[in-house]
C-alpha cells in the first residue's frame, strides 16, 4: 500500500492499523536522522516520538503535493534544527561561521575516500569533528540529503556549505592519515 | 556498503523493535490525550462561551429561538402564525 494511501485512510477512519503501519515504516529511519542531528541517542529516541506525535496530529495539513517522507523528514529535521537552537552548548549547527568560511585552499578530497573508510575508523574520524562538520558529512553522505536541501534546512546559502563540506573532508583525511601513521609507527616499533 | 550506510545500519539496529515498541506507545497516548482535550473543548466550549457571555450582561442566542426570542421547530407555520392545529389541511 502506498503512503498517500494509507494517509488518507488514516484520515478517513483513524485505524490504528494505518498508524502502525506509517510508524512501522518510517521509525528507524527518522530515528536515525534524528541521531545525526542530536548525537545522542537518548535524545533522538525523545525527539522521535515528538516527530511522529506531530506528524499524525498534523497529517491533515498533508497535501499530497511531495511524497509523504520527504514531508515527514523535513519535519524530522525542523523539529531537531529547534532542539540545537533551544541548547545553548550547541549552537554552533546554527551559527554564522558558516556564511564567511575563512579563506583556506585545502585540497580537494573525493568521496570516495570517505566511503572507503573502515567504519572504527569512521567513527574515530567522526569523534574528531565539531558538531557542525560530524552533522554536515552524516547529512550528506549518511542519509544522503542534497546540498540544495542542507542548505535551506541550516538557514544558509549553497556555496558556504559545500565550501564547509569541502573542508570537513579535506580535515577528516588529515584525521584518518594521522592516526594511520601513528598506527603504522607504533606496529613497526 | 559504504562506511556511512553501515553508520545508519548500526542506527537501525540500535533502535529495535523493544525500543520502537515503547515509543509508538508514547505517541499513541499522547494522540489519544489530543483528541480526549478535542473533545473536551468541542463539548465543552460553547457551554463556556455562553456563560461568559452572560455573566457579561449578554445573551445568548440558541438554535431553538430566533432573532425575536420565538421558539423555532416543526410546530410554527411559515408565516409566524400560530402552529396549525390537528387534522389541519393545507389547502395547497
Known sequence: MEDIEIVIAYRERRHSNCFQLLYDRYAGRVYSKAVTMLHETSMAEDATQEIFTKVFLNLGK??????????????????????????????DLCAGEMDDPPDLTDEEVPDKLLMEMQVNDLRQVLQQLNDIERTLLLMKYKDGVKIRVIAELLGKNESAVKMQLKRTRAKAKRIYERRHTATTLNTTG | MNAFL???????????????LIVRERVESSLKAAEFLGNVVELFGPKLAN???????GEVKTEKTDEDGYPKGNDIADDGDEPYGPGYINPQ
Not at chain 2, 456563560?51 to 450582561?57: K, R, S
Open chain 1, 62 to 91: 498533508f497535501k499530497g503535493q511531495s511524497k509523504f517522507s520527504t514531508w515527514i523528514y523535513s519535519i524530522t529535521y525542523n523539529l531537531c534544527i529547534d532542539k540545537i537552537r533551544k541548547d545553548k552548548k550547541n549552537r
Open chain 2, 6 to 20: 553501515a553508520l545508519r545500519e548500526e542506527d537501525l539496529r540500535t533502535f529495535d523493535e523493544a525500543r520502537q
Open chain 2, 51 to 57: 456563560t461568559l457571555t452572560i455573566m457579561a450582561g
